[in-house]
């Protein structure tokens, strides 16, 4: 078993988005987040070691890379920043994954095939009204077992279970998480900002 503190001493060796972009909401999970979430996933639930995974939306790719480190059969992350995926690319080969990894610059719907597992920090919406619905029609149609993670709150967990419930899965767990995020943009006036998120663990219905 790969110690958490190990995977998350290696996923903060990772660089981050070089010009993030406000309207696409990029902002780079944290180490220790990705490592909880990843954590979870593979030694809780086995749906990471051995298997195939997507990262969809995979910024520059730390929660693709961190499967990869535990175990991953194969890795494919999409984003639709082609600087992103660069460093994603940059990023697998500095923790020498990139024999398992495969990125992808293009808009998440070209993905086609069938995943065991996606792992994703999609946008809250915040910015764009209902991108986070994309990603998680995109997740149920290409995954078996879906990791995604949401801004917390009642309203928006209702609307959650109901778009998964249409879209033919089941809503397995629900797990309670920070996401602080460093100063990312101009209009950010604090040292650091700290967000209630859900990861929600979601199964394809047979």
């Known amino acids: 078993m790969y110690q958490k503190r190990r995977l998350e001493i290696a996923l903060s060796k990772l660089r981050p988005h070089p010009s993030p972009k406000a309207y696409l909401e990029q902002y780079t999970i944290p180490p220790n987040l990705a490592a909880e979430i990843l954590y979870l996933a593979a030694y809780t639930y086995g ?14 790719g730390r929660l693709g890379i961190g499967a990869a480190i535990l175990g991953a059969k194969e890795v494919i992350g999409v984003d639709l920043d082609v600087a992103a995926v660069k460093e994603a690319q940059h990023n697998a080969s500095i923790l020498r994954v990139h024999k398992v990894t495969s990125w992808i610059a293009a808009d998440i719907n070209v993905l086609r095939g069938t995943f065991d597992t996606v792992v994703q920090n999609p946008p809250f919406g915040v910015q764009r009204r209902t991108a986070d619905r994309r990603f998680l029609q995109k997740a149920l149609e290409v995954g078996e077992v ?61």
């Open 47 to 60: 749906d990471i070691v051995g298997k195939t995974v997507s990262d969809l939306g995979c910024g520059t």
């Open 146 to 206: 879906v990791y995604s993670l949401h801004k917390s709150g009642m309203p928006n967990r209702e609307f959650i279970k109901s778009l998964v419930r249409k879209c033919e899965g089941n809503v397995d767990g629900i797990f309670q998480m920070k996401l602080v995020i460093p100063p990312t943009f101009n209009f950010h006036r604090k040292r650091k900002y700290q967000v209630n998120v859900d990861l929600y663990r979601i199964v394809k219905r047979k």
